[in-house]
């Protein structure tokens, strides 16, 4: 049996932030994170099960090479974390895993069914993919080289979630703790993983199982591996799509059979669509697309994503939308087409800043204001958010602020956004440079980013 690495805290999602006004106490945060997992670790050294625990004064990055320098075979790895969100009726436990994994996405099933079925009293979210979350992946799932997930136990912000993990924090542990057992019970049956940094040298190699690859619909005359559930390409694959592969984490990568290979998943990254069929066991990878994918962070340009495409998107990640914004994906296209403004990006804005409107900032939906706009310098005595008599002005508003940043060509409405004058005009035509000046999370392009791919793979686009 191995042993696992418990990190919690660690970076979380990479990013996530609070402003002034958002502040919940992130150190007593925490001091509820510690006490919850040093109660599993005492659980488990009871069962005689072997627990290694990164230092708390690690971040992210090195917690994760730290467990990646000690990581051997049949190690398994488990990040806790509190979830962040401003939707007070937001509940319950999520464990991520990485896409496309089906054995890994089992293996955070078993750990959500072990936790709820000790506390019932938890609403058990259950399993969900990397890619939902905010810049549409997770380190700690991906660039660890033993199998990992990353397990949010409660939202921050819900009462009836903190005072349950505080009253019940015992039988939190224990079922943690029974889940963590399943899995590396299930893992020391299982085929061992070893990488280059891990492998002892009194074995004989293990023989990867080979899968196939089709790329833009023609088969890839090399096989790719399957390794503990995620599939690898050839390096030499990447290269010959004119990838730079500097830009993939040596973490992504293994040699095996004297060749060295990338973690498929790693490639959506680089704009490139990546599914599996179980069935046949064949890798899809496709790179022509019906958009030009090195322009899909300018602001300005044509959007190409359909109203029908939006509404759906919108309609799967919070279906009572469709009662009150069923019109909005149309104005969204109609309002960014006049200005020039690419109304992807707008549209994918709009669903972080709102959280899928759901106004998880806390801006009233009567203020119809759906990018967090402020009030201009007069207004603020009457609240910082700026308030919009209906949703097309709320649209117009946000469009307008955009063109602010990224053009310097003149509006064909009349003006509504409040501060547009005070912009520096064409100071940011593309995502990134909105970083820091619309948004203080660092991570906040990459975020708007994830979730146009996310909606361009809904839509078949790409």
């Known amino acids: 049996m191995g042993k696992i690495f418990i990190s919690a805290g660690h970076g979380g999602f990479e990013g996530s932030f609070r402003d002034l006004s958002e502040m919940t106490g992130g150190a007593m945060e925490t001091a509820e994170l ?134 019940r924090r015992r039988d939190y542990a224990i079922g943690i703790a029974d889940g963590l057992q399943a899995w590396i019970n299930e893992t020391a049956t299982t085929i061992p993983v070893y990488t280059p940094s891990n492998r002892p040298t009194n074995i004989k190699p293990v023989a990867y199982p080979e899968i196939n690859i089709n790329l833009n619909g023609q088969s890839y005359e090399e096989k790719g591996i399957l390794v503990s559930g995620n599939v690898f390409v050839p390096a030499d694959l990447v290269d010959r799509l004119g990838f730079d592969l500097n830009q993939i984490p040596l973490t992504c990568r293994l040699r095996y059979q004297s060749i060295v290979y990338v973690q498929a998943i790693a490639l959506r990254e680089l704009n490139t669509s990546v599914s599996w069929d179980s069935t046949t066991r064949t890798l899809y990878l496709k790179t022509i697309f019906k958009v030009f994918t090195g322009q899909i962070d300018q602001i300005m340009g044509v959007g190409n994503a359909s109203e029908v495409q939006m509404l759906m998107f919108l309609k799967n990640n919070n279906e009572a939308v469709l009662t009150n914004y069923s019109d909005l994906p149309q104005i969204y296209r109609e309002e960014a087409e006049i200005e020039g403004v690419n109304h992807d990006v707008a549209f994918c804005q709009m669903c972080i800043e709102t959280g899928f409107l759901r106004f998880v900032k806390g801006i009233e939906p009567e203020k119809n204001n759906f990018a967090s706009l402020g009030a201009a310098a007069s207004s603020m005595a009457n609240g910082s958010a700026a308030s919009f008599a209906d949703q097309r002005t709320g649209v117009r508003a946000h469009i307008q602020q955009l063109k602010a940043y990224a053009s310097n060509a003149p509006l064909f409405k009349p003006l509504v956004a409040p501060r547009f004058h005070l912009v520096a005009r064409g100071i940011a035509p593309v995502l990134h440079q909105l970083t820091g000046r619309w948004a203080i999370d660092p991570l906040y392009d990459r975020k708007i980013l994830a979730l146009i791919r996310r909606l361009y793979e809904s839509a078949g686009i790409f």
């Open 34 to 167: 510690a006490a919850t997992r040093d109660l599993v670790i005492a659980e488990l050294r009871s069962r005689g099960i072997s627990i290694t625990i990164p230092s708390d004064d690690l971040n992210l990055t090195e917690a994760i090479a730290w467990i990646n320098a000690r990581a051997t075979s049949q190690d398994v790895a488990l990040s806790l974390q509190i979830d962040i969100a401003n939707a007070s009726e937001l509940r319950g436990t999520t464990a991520y895993y990485i896409t496309n994994n089906a054995l890994r996405k089992r293996q955070a099933e078993i750990l959500t069914s072990a936790l709820t079925k000790r506390v019932p009293e938890i609403i058990n979210r259950g399993a969900k993919a990397d890619t939902i979350a905010g810049i549409g992946s997770l380190s700690f799932c991906r660039q660890i080289s033993v199998p990992s997930i990353l397990l949010e136990l409660v939202f921050s912000n819900n009462s009836q979630d903190k005072l349950l993990m505080q009253t």
